[in-house]
């Protein structure tokens, strides 16, 4: 079984500062992570993935997400946000190959502030 | 954007009465999936077809049905909706060749 903890449901922040938003995961077999951004009202959109290879993984938007085995780990970040990304953001986890299930955190609300 | 449709976008009805959602693509994908999303859960999921059916159960499947005749449709029914059912319903799919799936916009169902 997977489960994932995102250790913060609300993160308030300036524009401008960085940020980071914490996600670890527990799983008995080796994982695919992800994060996705959902904006008020609309659906999920995938903003990084991690399937293999480099654990550093970039997305869209200007963030970016590393991959820490020892520490089952896949925390965002973000150097410099905008109020443009004010939204929900949600890790998940599913183990690997095709059809595999997501595994979904319970969200972390982060809330940019001019 | 993945090529999701869901239907209707938004839904009130009351206890007891039938449900049934719609998910429709046009990528061709194997897989298609349905959540509920409640706050603080995140997404859960319902169930998830694997072809045409083909279908199994998923975390939160109490309470509901799901039936896919053909490739691009994934129906997600409540037989008897009750107010714990009132939530947003996320379709999804995926295929092997990206490993990563791409949601719908959502329904919103309201059950009085």
């Known amino acids: 079984a997977q489960s994932v903890t995102q250790l913060d449901s609300q993160v308030p922040v300036f524009e401008e500062a960085p940020v980071e938003l914490r996600c670890n995961y527990s799983s008995s077999v080796s994982v695919y992570l992800f994060w996705y951004v959902q904006y008020p009202n609309q659906g999920l959109q995938l903003l990084l993935k991690?399937?293999?290879?480099?654990?550093l993984v970039k997305g869209i938007n200007g963030f970016e997400a590393e991959f820490n085995k020892s520490q089952t780990s896949f925390h965002l970040r973000k150097p410099s946000v905008h109020i443009s990304d004010t939204a929900e953001y949600f890790c998940?986890?599913?183990?690997?190959?095709?059809?595999?299930?997501?595994?979904f955190g319970g969200g972390t609300r982060l809330m940019v502030k001019p | 954007d993945a090529g999701i449709t869901q239907s209707p976008r938004h839904k009130v009805t009351e206890t007891g009465t039938p449900v049934t959602l719609r998910c429709h693509q046009t990528e061709n994908h194997r897989y298609m999936y349905w959540y509920r999303q409640d706050p603080g859960h995140g997404l859960r999921l319902i169930h998830y077809?694997?072809?045409?059916?083909?279908?199994d159960k998923g975390e939160v499947s109490d309470g509901y049905s799901v039936s896919r005749s053909k490739t691009e449709d994934f129906l997600l029914t409540l037989e008897s909706a009750t107010s714990s059912q009132t939530s947003v319903y996320f379709c999804a799919i995926s295929s092997p060749s990206t490993d990563t799936q791409y949601f719908g916009p959502g329904t919103r169902l309201t059950v009085l």
């Open positions: 998940a986890v599913s183990g690997p190959g095709a059809g595999n299930m997501l595994t």
């Open positions: 991690y399937l293999s290879g480099s654990t």
């Open positions: 077809s694997y072809g045409v059916k083909d279908t």
